[in-house]
């Protein structure tokens, strides 16, 4: 219980619909009177909360701040006994403002719009708004005087050393900050210089839950004066974690801390978490996807279920003349493991067909890749009319290595409307999975130790078109996450002749990618929303080193 001595704040760490103004609105209403419930003095929630994050184009729409001015007073109705800070979009004679309103006995009594406007990587904010003025918001709730600021002002140190000036205690940040692999531990690199270099403590409420591409994790906390975590809320769960700040000194109450995980946890839980949201907030009722007896689909096959349970997937393995009895059985031992509906669709008829009827055009021509691809779009096509039929989500199964050289085909194994895996590297799945297998073994431990294969002519081995996956990642991690030039991958100890051959792959099939079904970010630079080259390019990198 708070005493006289105690200020007691809620950060609100939900997972808000984008667009869903109304259901929005009663879910702040809902969480502020828990909040009473529990004796807070204030409730604080994340960056553009009534809107969700990000609303993209949704913001040049007229009929979008309509709505929210007719919400705005049912939230501000709330506001007895508790006083409330919230995050919506806000369109004013001079522009739309990123904007966070403190309400106080039913009124708005102070505004502050967002200072620092991020415009990098998967942040458009330039294009929707215009940047507040450099000055400080300070509320005061019983002697506390409290500066508020909006994720990016945080991450330079002009606002907060406004702040600092104009007398505040402490500082509110209100986020949506997607997840990284290391982005985490970057919000608590730049919470600690900000205390360092003001001695301010910080309460950081960040927003959890799947957006279509991305991922918010929450991780919500408080950091002291002096850089130190006194209070946090666990990462992909949504939670109100009710903190306190002694009023005597301003210096927060520490309380236990969840347990820290480990990256491999941290990338699975991102991946289910961006699954289970993308499928129930467009309301999707079964999933189904294409299980071949490869990793990269027993993999997805075991984020579905983890996220929405094996009731409403469907897995299908469709062999041809090229699979091999060892997938058959090992699909059919995974999906009864994880009590899937599983169906068996050959494509051999399909594929004879596709030959018969394509003899002659390609009378006299040898096989290649085109064989190959006609089976892929086989399965593509069975998939597609399964999800049609039984309007159910077809997940792609490919992963960012496939992706990134093109190792994968148009209309056949790429056809999907989500693919989990589309930021994970060959190597990063075979992490998750062992991950995921000392949680409860669900992935046949042959399916992990096998050799990859496409199994779309007689004894293909990914390794026989391919560079070996560990150098194959470790240059594509460097050519794509960290822009290395050529020369740069060659001093690192690259083959040059591979490294030309890797690149060259990842610039021809930009336009593969752009084709692609959406997936989820978990790396700086993930393509899609991150990652945005050119199809159409005279620029070619591959060509710059001797």
């Given at each position: 219980?708070?005493?006289?001595?105690?200020?007691?704040?809620?950060?609100?760490?939900?997972?808000?619909?984008?667009?869903?103004?109304?259901?929005?609105?009663?879910?702040?209403?809902?969480?502020?009177?828990?909040?009473?419930?529990?004796?807070?003095?204030?409730?604080?929630?994340?960056?553009?909360?009534?809107?969700?994050?990000?609303?993209?184009?949704?913001?040049?729409?007229?009929?979008?701040?309509?709505?929210?001015?007719?919400?705005?007073?049912?939230?501000?109705?709330?506001?007895?006994?508790?006083?409330?800070?919230?995050?919506?979009?806000?369109?004013?004679?001079?522009?739309?403002?990123?904007?966070?309103?403190?309400?106080?006995?039913?009124?708005?009594?102070?505004?502050?719009?967002?200072?620092?406007?991020?415009?990098?990587?998967?942040?458009?904010?330039?294009?929707?708004?215009?940047?507040?003025?450099?000055?400080?918001?300070?509320?005061?709730?019983?002697?506390?005087?409290?500066?508020?600021?909006?994720?990016?002002?945080?991450?330079?140190?002009?606002?907060?050393?406004?702040?600092?000036?104009?007398?505040?205690?402490?500082?509110?940040?209100?986020?949506?900050?997607?997840?990284?692999?290391?982005?985490?531990?970057?919000?608590?690199?730049?919470?600690?210089?900000?205390?360092?270099e003001t001695h301010l403590p910080i309460l950081y409420v960040n927003c959890v839950g799947g957006q279509d591409e991305l991922v918010f994790d929450g991780g919500s906390m408080v950091v002291d004066q002096h850089g130190t975590v006194c209070q946090q809320a666990d990462f992909f769960i949504e939670t109100l974690l009710h903190c306190e700040l002694n009023l005597l000194n301003c210096t927060p109450v520490p309380t236990n801390l969840p347990k820290p995980h480990v990256e491999s946890a941290r990338i699975y839980q991102a991946?289910?978490?961006?699954?289970?949201?993308?499928?129930?907030?467009?309301?999707?009722?079964?999933?189904?996807?294409?299980?071949?007896?490869?990793?990269?689909?027993?993999?997805?096959?075991?984020?579905?279920?983890?996220?929405?349970?094996?009731?409403?997937?469907?897995?299908?393995?469709?062999?041809?003349?090229?699979?091999?009895?060892?997938?058959?059985?090992?699909?059919?031992?995974?999906?009864?493991?994880?009590?899937?509906?599983?169906?068996?669709?050959?494509?051999?008829?399909?594929?004879?067909?596709?030959?018969?009827?394509?003899?002659?055009?390609?009378?006299?021509?040898?096989?290649?890749?085109?064989?190959?691809?006609?089976?892929?779009?086989?399965?593509?096509?069975?998939?597609?009319?399964?999800?049609?039929?039984?309007?159910?989500?077809?997940?792609?199964?490919?992963?960012?290595?496939?992706?990134?050289?093109?190792?994968?085909?148009?209309?056949?194994?790429?056809?999907?409307?989500?693919?989990?895996?589309?930021?994970?590297?060959?190597?990063?799945?075979?992490?998750?999975?062992?991950?995921?297998?000392?949680?409860?073994?669900?992935?046949?431990?042959?399916?992990?130790?096998?050799?990859?294969?496409?199994?779309?002519?007689?004894?293909?081995?990914?390794?026989?078109?391919?560079?070996?996956?560990?150098?194959?990642?470790?240059?594509?991690?460097?050519?794509?996450?960290?822009?290395?030039?050529?020369?740069?991958?060659?001093?690192?100890?690259?083959?040059?002749?591979?490294?030309?051959?890797?690149?060259?792959?990842?610039?021809?099939?930009?336009?593969?990618?752009?084709?692609?079904?959406?997936?989820?970010?978990?790396?700086?630079?993930?393509?899609?929303?991150?990652?945005?080259?050119?199809?159409?390019?005279?620029?070619?990198?591959?060509?710059?080193?001797?």
């Open positions: 219980m708070p005493t006289s001595t105690n200020l007691r704040i809620t950060l609100a760490q939900l997972d808000f619909i984008v667009g869903d103004i109304e259901g929005n609105a009663e879910r702040i209403i809902a969480a502020t009177q828990e909040a009473r419930d529990n004796n807070s003095d204030l409730i604080v929630f994340p960056e553009l909360a009534l809107t969700g994050y990000p609303a993209e184009d949704l913001l040049f729409r007229q009929d979008l701040y309509q709505r929210i001015d007719s919400v705005l007073p049912r939230i501000c109705a709330q506001a007895t006994g508790i006083d409330i800070i919230i995050g919506y979009p806000a369109q004013t004679s001079t522009g739309r403002y990123n904007r966070a309103s403190f309400i106080h006995q039913g009124k708005i009594t102070l505004n502050y719009d967002k200072q620092e406007l991020p415009n990098y990587g998967v942040f458009d904010e330039v294009r929707y708004f215009v940047a507040g003025a450099k000055n400080s918001a300070i509320i005061e709730i019983k002697g506390i005087r409290i500066a508020l600021l909006i994720c990016e002002d945080l991450w330079i140190p002009e606002p907060i050393a406004f702040a600092k000036a104009a007398g505040a205690q402490c500082v509110i940040s209100l986020n949506a900050s997607p997840f990284t692999r290391n982005k985490a531990a970057k919000r608590l690199q730049i919470l600690t210089q900000r205390t360092s991946l289910m978490l961006g699954l289970r949201d993308y499928i129930e907030k467009n309301q999707f009722p079964q999933v189904v996807l294409g299980l071949s007896g490869g990793i990269d689909s027993a993999l997805t096959l075991a984020l579905a279920v983890d996220a929405i349970g094996s009731k409403r997937i469907t897995a299908i393995m469709m062999p041809s003349r090229y699979t091999s009895d060892a997938s058959l059985e090992l699909a059919k031992q995974q999906a009864d493991t994880l009590k899937v509906d599983y169906k068996v669709l050959s494509i051999e008829t399909l594929f004879n067909e596709f030959l018969v009827t394509l003899e002659p055009l390609f009378h006299g021509l040898p096989l290649d890749t085109t064989e190959e691809n006609i089976q892929a779009r086989c399965r593509g096509t069975l998939l597609m009319a399964f999800s049609n039929k039984k309007n159910a989500l077809v997940l792609a199964t490919g992963n960012k290595s496939e992706m990134a050289v093109g190792y994968c085909t148009l209309y056949g194994d790429m056809v999907g409307g989500f693919c989990v895996l589309k930021d994970i590297l060959k190597t990063q799945v075979y992490q998750l999975a062992h991950y995921r297998n000392q949680l409860s073994p669900v992935i046949p431990e042959a399916v992990i130790t096998r050799a990859p294969s496409a199994e779309l002519a007689f004894n293909q081995l990914d390794q026989n078109t391919l560079p070996p996956y560990e150098i194959l990642d470790a240059i594509l991690s460097g050519y794509i996450e960290e822009d290395k030039s050529l020369a740069e991958l060659q001093q690192t100890g690259f083959d040059i002749a591979t490294v030309r051959r890797v690149t060259m792959l990842v610039d021809r099939n930009e336009y593969k990618r752009r084709q692609a079904a959406i997936g989820i970010c978990i790396t700086e630079c993930a393509f899609g929303k991150d990652r945005r080259y050119p199809i159409t390019s005279a620029f070619k990198p591959f060509t710059q080193v001797n």
